[in-house]
């Protein structure tokens, strides 16, 4: 089980919004949360990503359960470009990459090949932080990037496009980008196709059909 309502309530300035809402959701659900204007679809998915508080009933989400949110307002940092706002995604890769580098670096220095220990040391750490990085998919983030960003309709688009300079469709179609590339194990989308060509929309209903996560849609 990735996540568990149980009798969730909810109301703004007395007005009740969420009445008893239980709801368990499975790993590999595709759920769809359908409703009229104004049911309260937004605010059952804000109090699930920990975006609201609720006023009674109790919420189990699984310690290992990473969840994702497509909010209707943009998470992104505006003044970052692009590709680095998608590079943020993998900021753990990265900085063992970075690792590595110094590692190769000190591996190369004369002092440390005279010291056999020590130079055994070092190259197992390395050799173990490289197996690391392969198993992570450290080789593939910028293709997964490319990929992710042609499927999003920015593939005209140069890596460091200013975010602020995106129209508000845009910059929807890139905080759902950065969201899939997050390839979280519950993937809450709240209207996502609100903005979406229909090739874009291809290609996120082909995305999401192979997707490997838990799926909650408005
Ligand atoms: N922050 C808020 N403060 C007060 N009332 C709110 C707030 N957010 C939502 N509401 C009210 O709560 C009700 C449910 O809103 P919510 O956004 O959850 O509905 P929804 O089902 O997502 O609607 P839509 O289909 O239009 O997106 C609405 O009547 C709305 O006006
Ligand atoms: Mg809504």
């Known amino acids: 089980m990735l996540l568990q309502l149980n009798d969730i309530s909810k109301s703004y300035v ?16 595709r759920i769809g949360l359908v409703g009229v204007n104004g049911a309260g679809k937004s605010t059952l998915l804000k109090i699930i990503a920990g ?3 609720y006023d009674n009933g109790e919420i189990y989400i699984g310690k290992e359960t990473k969840i994702g949110y497509l909010r209707q307002n943009s998470g992104l940092q505006m003044d970052n470009t692009i590709w680095n706002e998608m590079l ?40 173990e932080k490289c197996d690391w990085f392969m198993e992570h998919g450290g080789y ?3 293709a997964k990037i490319r990929g992710v960003l042609h499927g ?16 508000g469709g845009q910059k929807t179609r890139l905080d759902l980008a950065k969201i899939l590339l997050e390839q ?9 196709t ?6 874009t929309l291809a290609w996120l ?13 408005v």
């Open 51 to 53: 975006d609201m508080p």
């Open 140 to 142: 593939e983030i910028d």
């Open 88 to 127: 943020n995604v993998f900021s753990n890769l990265l900085e063992v990459e970075k690792e590595l580098r110094e590692l190769e670096r000190t591996m190369s220095e004369p002092s440390l090949i005279d010291n056999t220990k020590e130079y055994e040391r070092v190259l197992n750490r390395y050799a």
């Open 194 to 199: 609100n903005h979406l060509d229909l090739a």
């Open 14 to 29: 007395g007005e009740l919004v969420l009445s008893n809402i239980t709801m368990k959701i499975e790993s590999g659900d």
């Open 184 to 192: 979280p194990d519950l993937l809450i989308l709240d209207e996502p």
């Open 205 to 217: 209903e082909g995305y999401l059909r192979s997707y490997p996560g838990t799926i909650l849609v």
């Open 152 to 167: 999003m309709g920015f593939e005209d688009f140069p890596r460091d496009t200013l975010i602020h300079k995106l129209s």
